[in-house]
């Protein structure tokens, strides 16, 4: 709708985790680093812990487009699940990218389709195949396979016990399975609790992405902007506006991106040339706060039960209350 209207060439501001938007904050940039340096030194368990919008997906996006295209990756997205279907995910995601051990596949009568070698397996014979495939197929793979869980604070104590049972397989020189465990800050809570102390103790490499100040918020927008096009020496936003966009998001880039978003809608309505303070707030009210208010709305005064039950029978029976307000003018 504002694209074109502003000189843009796309949307600035998607929800998309497009790491060609990836902007690197300094926890970003340190995050980033941390794991790069975790899965080429092969150092097993690591963690990326972040709020909720602070740009985790994308930074994982944006490490597995910086390691070497032979790097085996297995990404699960699906955490509500038990030991069993983890194995499973793991496994089909194995045979499904790399074919040396993947067999013919039978139709359901669903219309979904299922792997022979994992439909019906036991959670013994899982392991034994996962053990089978990693030390037959990807001994000669360098770096070792990597597993990224995102959404890992969703996981349940016995599957994390599972996915460290995992890792115990390794050569006398480096582990044969690395994992990220990718989620909110739930997972650092999770991973305290003492049944996880031997896990918990594995931990490697740990990552965290902080909320954008004040100053990288505004870097952040010039930045998406630029990406998108815009190369105007004015600047699209007022400084009242990004102070307001970055105070109402807490700094989560997630919602910058729909503030700004909202806002760009808004002052294109308006005939603006540039994004201000009012178009700004009418954003920010509009995604912040889901219920309408009212103008000069009246909040009720309190009340007491016992107050209301007489209000009550007092329109039941009319002739009751005529009585009860003549006692009253008598006392």
């Not at 949307?11 to 497009?18: A, K, L, S």
């Not at 340096?37 to 487009?65: P, Q």
């Not at 699960?76 to 499904?96: A, Q």
């Not at 582990?175 to 103790?201: A, F, H, T, W, Y």
Request: proline share 5%; glycine share 6%; with cysteine.
């Amino acid at each position: 709708m504002y694209e074109n209207y502003f000189g843009l060439m796309g949307n600035p501001f998607g929800m998309t985790p497009d790491p060609q938007f990836y902007f690197r904050s300094s926890s970003h940039r340190e995050a980033l680093a941390a794991l790069e340096y975790g899965v080429r030194s092969r150092r097993g368990f690591m963690t990326l812990v972040g709020e909720v919008g602070t740009g985790k997906t994308t930074l994982l996006n944006t490490l597995l487009d910086t390691l070497d295209q032979s790097t085996c990756t297995i990404l699960v997205k699906h955490t509500t699940v038990d030991r069993e279907d983890l194995l499973k995910l793991i496994l089909n995601s194995l045979y499904t990218t790399y074919g040396p051990r993947r067999q013919k596949k039978e139709k359901e009568p669903s219309g979904l389709f299922s792997d022979n070698r994992v439909a019906g397996l036991s959670r013994a014979e899982l392991i034994n195949e996962f053990n089978a495939f990693v030390t037959g197929e990807f001994l000669a793979y360098q770096p070792a396979p990597l597993l990224i869980i995102d959404e890992a604070q969703n996981l349940d104590r016995d599957v994390l016990e599972e996915i460290r049972l995992l890792t115990n397989l390794e050569s006398p020189k480096s582990k044969m399975l690395q994992v990220i465990l990718s989620g909110q800050p739930e997972l650092e809570n999770l991973l305290m609790r003492p049944d996880l102390r031997q896990l918990r103790q594995r931990i490697a490499v740990h990552a965290r992405l902080d909320p954008l100040t004040l100053e990288e918020t505004g870097e952040y927008i010039d930045f998406r902007l630029e990406k998108a096009g815009y190369s105007s020496s004015c600047k699209l936003f007022s400084d009242a506006a990004l102070n307001a966009i970055w105070s109402s998001s807490k700094g989560s880039p997630r919602a910058i991106n729909v503030l700004c978003d909202h806002a760009l809608v808004n002052a294109f309505a308006m005939g603006l040339d540039q994004v201000n303070m009012l178009s700004a707030q009418e954003a920010i009210q509009d995604v912040l706060f889901l219920r309408p208010r009212l103008k000069d709305a009246r909040r009720p005064e309190p009340y007491l039960v016992a107050d209301f039950e007489e209000h009550h029978d007092a329109m039941e029976n009319p002739d009751s209350a005529a009585i009860a307000d003549q006692k009253g003018d008598s006392r």
